[in-house]
């Protein structure tokens, strides 16, 4: 009741939800509160979250922030809505976030846009912006997000709450509506790292329903928070600290480092190569996947149709009209890239460089336990500020794809503030499958 009072109170300027399921939740909290009575100790039993429209919800609508999927209403949850529900979650609704998860800034919604709560004139990052702001906002106690280049961490640095993008492979892509099948994965959002810890437990691990989720046991990851760091080694990208960073950006991360020193880390600088490629071998690789994945919304099967004269004009008039502008460019790229002809120039092209990026981690991961940067060149931008050139839009996402393209995990640790108030964050990467690790290292910080 206290989170429903919330977002009355604050949807009104927030707006992070497209749907608030506010009466379902109160039953499923009642059903929570006999559940306790009854000696459940599920692990989220009760608690109050909320998931990003791009994952399936049995019986609520799930449009993915397009218009192409209004009036959706999924058969099925999700592999990681199912295993939160096992685990007693409350869930608040289904929120807001850019269209099939393609941007910055979440102002590529087919709805409307979603506000930053630390300032309301600015965006809340995207593409999960209504998963980070509605952690900020306290109208949901933690979320889920997903992240193909970047959408977990960086509405988590713009929102100043804990993100994390797990590796590809630890959580069941089941249910999601995939954007780029090869580096999609969802996460989760909480107001601590031990918050985050404690969903990912939940959502992690092997599903049969996913063949590429891998058959590995999960870390205790909530007993691996010790609180310190002494005698772990971690490295410092030096391709990270771009030109145009914000120089607030750079003095916080500088002095989230110091703290590590002194809590008895080892500070090492690392190189990253090929880091300078990661943004165009990244654009190519997740333009292409989505042209392919996008194919299948043909105003037959799900969600919106708008009715032609014949099957292909029907099929033209719902693409027409139901995709945004920012979706259309990509399946238009996408599509070009994968050509007969241009696919060794272009698609063929990027995996090879990915192969290269992927490398150039797993060498440094040799040398160190984790790595840490700054999850975003600037903190949260103006609405509209961006809209106008999306290829600078695409640069908000500089620091984080490569861990896409690499397979690894990501947070985001809230690490300070900017001259105006904003929140800024770091990033702690672990290696693949190292979620142990750079737990306790974002957790060491925090605490
Ligand atoms: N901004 C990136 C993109 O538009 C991130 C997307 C994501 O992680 N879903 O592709």
Same mark, same amino acid.
């Given at each position: 009741?206290?989170? *429903? ?13 497209? +749907? ?26 009760? *608690? ?8 399936? +919800? ?140 404690? *969903? ?64 008895? $880390? ?47 004009? +029907? ?12 979706? &259309? ?28 990026? &992927? ?18 060149? +600037?903190?949260?931008? &103006? ?22 393209? $690499? ?41």
């Amino acid at each position: 009741q206290a989170h *429903i009072d919330q977002i009355e109170k604050y949807e009104p300027q927030v707006k992070a939800y497209l +749907t608030v399921t506010a009466e379902e939740a109160l039953k499923q909290a009642q059903a929570a509160d006999d559940a306790r009575a009854n000696g459940s100790d599920a692990p989220l039993l009760g *608690i109050p979250l909320a998931i990003k429209d791009v994952i399936s +919800t049995k019986g609520v609508e799930t449009t993915a922030g397009s218009k192409i999927l209004k009036g959706y209403v999924p058969l099925f949850d999700a592999t990681c809505v199912a295993r939160l529900k096992e685990a007693g979650m409350v869930m608040l609704g289904k929120l807001n976030m850019d269209e099939f998860a393609m941007g910055s800034s979440t102002e590529n919604s087919g709805y409307f846009t979603t506000h930053n709560p630390w300032d309301l004139d600015r965006v809340p990052g995207g593409s999960s912006g209504g998963s980070g702001a509605a952690v900020s906002a306290r109208t949901a106690m933690g979320t889920l997000g997903t992240d193909t280049g970047g959408s977990i961490r960086l509405p988590g640095s713009f929102c100043g709450v804990a993100s994390v993008k797990p590796s590809y492979g630890r959580c069941s892509r089941y249910g999601l509506i995939a954007y780029g099948s090869s580096l999609d994965q969802p996460g989760p959002f909480g107001r601590t790292v031990e918050d985050n810890a404690r *969903i990912l437990q939940v959502i992690a691990g092997q599903d049969p329903m996913d063949a590429t989720s891998m058959p590995l046991e999960v870390p205790d990851y909530v007993a691996g928070l010790t609180g310190d760091v002494k005698g772990l080694k971690i490295g410092v990208p030096k391709e990270f600290f771009v030109s145009g960073m914000q120089p607030e950006v750079e003095q916080a991360v500088q002095a989230a480092l110091k703290v590590y020193e002194d809590m008895g $880390a080892e500070i090492i600088e690392v190189s990253l190569p090929h880091t300078e490629h990661a943004l165009s071998v990244y654009y190519i690789i997740a333009m292409s996947e989505a042209s392919a994945n996008l194919a299948r919304y043909d105003g037959i099967r799900f969600g919106a149709r708008i009715d032609g004269d014949d099957m292909i004009e +029907t099929y033209k008039l719902t693409r027409g009209q139901g995709f945004g502008d920012e979706v &259309k460019r990509r399946i238009m790229l996408g599509t070009y890239a994968l050509s007969a002809g241009y696919y060794d120039a272009w698609y063929g092209k990027a995996q090879q460089v990915r192969t290269l990026i &992927k490398q150039d981690y797993e060498k440094a991961f040799e040398q160190v336990d984790v790595l840490v940067a700054a999850t975003s060149p +600037t903190t949260a931008f &103006k609405l509209g500020e961006n809209m106008d050139d999306p290829l600078q839009m695409y640069l908000s996402d500089v620091l984080t794809i490569s861990a896409n393209l $690499a397979g690894i995990c990501g947070m985001n640790v809230p690490c300070g503030f900017d001259d105006n108030g904003l929140p800024i964050g770091m990033q702690v990467f672990g290696p693949a499958f190292g979620e142990d690790v750079m737990f306790r290292v974002g957790h060491a910080y925090e605490s």
